[in-house]
């Protein structure tokens, strides 16, 4: 299985601030045939089921905001909040999609400092 | 306005069985690939497993935790996914959670429903 690796745990930030969270995984998930790259990024909330926010690594979900952006390619990638909003406090995780079974990372956790 | 709607959960002891199901509208049921993830509490998110559509021949294929215990099956008739979890651990319990991209998207996991909780317990 492909092993995908979250860093920090969890992470402060002031608001207003920039947040990044990383994303690597045990195996390339850029397609050669096809030149993407099977990684989703979630935002899950307390008590709500995860919100898609980007597929293909860097293709946001409609509705997500501008200030959410998502990079990387093969086996390394990254999820940046521009400007920390208080409504952005929630457990991000990364998905691959490449291999069967698709795999999460552990879960990264944002608070406000 | 795709909706997903789980149901089925609730308290069971070790080794017993459980069917849930999951309700689906707002989209072409039999195009879609419809996957069951769980979350144990407190705890990150775990594919579980998933079927195919009618075209891509309803196979299915599931986690290696789960495989041999859970079946995904799903009835076109009445637009709904079920997960038979069979032999169940106390390492089961979670909520499980019915997503899949609907007619948008393939592998994506775009739509969620708000999950049933299952609890293994003796």
């Known amino acids: 299985d492909t092993e995908m690796t979250q860093s920090p745990d969890s992470l402060a930030v002031s608001l207003g601030e920039r947040a990044t969270i990383n994303c690597k995984s045990s195996?390339?998930?850029?397609?050669?045939?096809?030149?993407?790259?099977?990684l989703a990024w979630f935002q899950q909330k307390p008590g709500q089921p995860p919100k898609l926010l980007f597929y293909?690594?860097?293709t946001r979900e409609s509705g997500v905001p501008d200030r959410f952006s998502g990079s990387g390619s093969g086996t390394d990638f990254t999820l940046t909040i521009s400007s920390l909003q208080a409504e952005d406090v929630a457990v991000y995780y990364c998905?691959?999609?490449?291999?069967?079974?698709?795999?999460f990372g552990q879960g990264t956790r944002l608070q406000i400092k | 306005e795709v909706q997903l709607v789980e149901s089925g959960g609730g308290s069971v002891k070790p080794g017993g069985s459980l069917r849930l199901s999951c309700a689906a509208s707002?989209?072409?049921?039999?195009?879609?690939?419809m996957n069951w993830v769980r979350q144990a509490p407190g705890k990150g998110l775990e594919w579980i497993g998933r079927?195919?559509?009618?075209?891509?021949?309803?196979?299915?294929d599931y986690a290696a935790p789960v495989k041999g215990r859970f079946t995904i099956s799903r009835d076109v008739s009445k637009n709904t996914l079920f997960l038979q979890m069979n032999s169940l651990k106390t390492e089961d319990t979670a909520v499980y959670y019915c997503?899949?991209?609907?007619?948008?998207?393939?592998?994506?996991?775009?739509?969620w429903g708000q999950g049933t909780l299952v609890t293994v317990s003796s």
């Open positions: 707002g989209f072409t049921f039999t195009n879609a690939w």
């Open positions: 998905q691959q999609y490449f291999t069967t079974p698709p795999t």
């Open positions: 079927i195919k559509s009618e075209s891509d021949g309803v196979t299915t």
């Open positions: 997503t899949t991209g609907a007619s948008r998207m393939l592998l994506e996991l775009l739509y």
């Open positions: 293909w690594a860097s």
């Open positions: 195996q390339n998930v850029l397609s050669s045939a096809n030149k993407k790259n099977y």
